[in-house]
Every structure is written in structure tokens, then in C-alpha cells.
């Protein structure tokens, strides 16, 4: 059976329906103080910790998963973190040693899927990627819009959304690949796949114009792999 550590008050995200919360193959634990999390981690060897940046605790949340990556008992675990939306967050978060980064709001469909893939057990139902999608041009008034990636490579993605784009809007896409590895990349529409008069359900192709080598060869590794 596989375990989950996950922060007290982070219990709420995972009160969804088909929940991991309810699965039979998972242990789901909690606690409170990065001090809880130390303990229990040592004593139950989880398979996965979901926490915030900023636990309290008489231990920083830095050195409680440095001592986690120190210990050869310990170190064999996939690590969530979520934290506030700013540069000096983030990057506490990935010098934490994070598998993955979620930042608030939190999209709830994604941490649940991501929960599932490092521990490894397999959805009830089949899930698409999901792309978090940000405006940057200003047309949008700067509200986060989500999208289905259905399709994907090195140059580019087909996206499936319910929100209304035209062919040359630049937006600014967010997403995670198998394995953790947050991926952010700038891009234009350049397909619209939208039937006429259609309110839900558009596609549209987009091409990548900024992407750095790092993600555009983790794409690459991906697609392969795929």
C-alpha cells in the first residue's frame, strides 16, 4: 500500500470526488509542524509529502527536507510543495528539492493527478494533461485560464479549451511533464480549430515562440518516450 504525508490544512484540496482520500491502495496521513512531518516520515517511510512553503515548526521547511535528503532511509520520496505565486517563493520551494510546485491558487485537478503519478497508481479514470494558461497581453484582465493539452511538441501544443482566443494571441502557457518538471513557455495561436459559434470545447493550435533548452529538451525526451 502506498503512503501520503500531507499537510493538515491541505487535507480540503483533496476532498474532491474520486479522491485519493478514498482509495483503498492509499494511506493518507497528516500533519501539522514540519516536526510532524520529520517524525512521521521517519517512522512510516511515505512514498509521498504534500506541504506548504512556510509550515511552522521549529524547523525551516528548507532544512527539514535537507535532513529527508540526507538520510538514505528517507530520501526515497516524492515531494509537493505549495507556495504563493512570487519569484522568492518559487525558489525556496525547488532549493527544497520539490518534485513538483504548485502555487495559489492551486489547481486542484492537476495536484490530484500529480499525487497519483508519484505514487505511482493509476487513475480511476484516464486523465488528459492539463496546461495552465496566463494571459500576457492584458486582453484577459490577468485571470488565470485553463486549458487540455491534447496534443504536444518542442514547437508547439494543441489546446482544448472552453475560453475564446484568436488567431495571433500571445499567452503564456504553465504545465507539468511526466516526472515533475514544471515547464513555462510563451506562445501565439496560430490554428483556430473553433467551429463556428461554438462557446465550449475550442481548439487551437500554438506555437511556441520562447522556450528555453532545458524544456524544449525535456519535451523532446517526453515526446519520444510517449
Do not use: W
Request: hydrophobic share 40%; proline share 4%; net charge positive.
Amino acid at each position: 500500500m502506498k503512503k501520503a504525508l500531507i499537510a493538515l490544512d491541505l487535507m480540503n484540496l483533496y476532498r474532491t470526488k474520486e479522491s485519493l482520500l478514498d482509495r483503498t491502495d492509499i494511506n493518507v496521513l497528516s500533519a501539522a509542524s514540519n516536526d510532524a512531518f520529520l517524525r512521521i516520515h521517519g517512522k512510516e517511510k511515505v512514498d509521498l509529502i504534500v506541504t506548504r512553503l512556510d509550515m511552522p515548526g521549529t524547523i525551516k521547511t528548507e532544512q527539514l527536507f535537507k535532513q529527508i535528503r540526507e538520510k538514505q532511509e528517507l530520501r526515497n520520496v516524492s515531494i509537493i510543495i505549495i507556495c504563493e505565486d512570487t519569484a522568492a517563493q518559487r525558489e525556496r520551494s525547488n532549493n527544497c528539492g520539490a518534485n513538483a510546485v504548485f502555487t495559489i491558487p492551486v489547481d486542484i485537478d492537476l495536484l490530484h493527478a500529480k499525487s497519483l503519478q508519484f505514487l505511482n497508481v493509476a487513475p480511476r479514470q484516464p486523465y488528459r494533461e492539463m496546461f495552465q494558461i496566463f494571459d500576457i497581453e492584458g486582453k484577459f484582465g490577468g485571470r488565470a485560464l485553463f486549458g487540455h493539452g491534447e496534443n504536444i511538441s518542442a514547437s508547439g501544443m494543441l489546446m482544448k479549451t472552453e475560453d475564446i482566443f484568436a488567431k495571433g494571441d500571445r499567452i503564456h502557457c504553465t504545465f507539468f511533464l511526466p516526472g515533475g518538471m514544471r515547464v513555462r513557455v510563451r506562445g501565439e495561436v496560430v490554428r483556430d480549430i473553433r467551429p463556428p459559434l461554438a462557446t465550449h470545447s475550442c481548439r487551437y493550435g500554438i506555437h511556441f515562440t520562447d522556450i528555453d533548452p532545458q524544456s524544449r529538451s525535456a519535451i523532446e525526451t517526453y515526446v519520444q518516450r510517449k
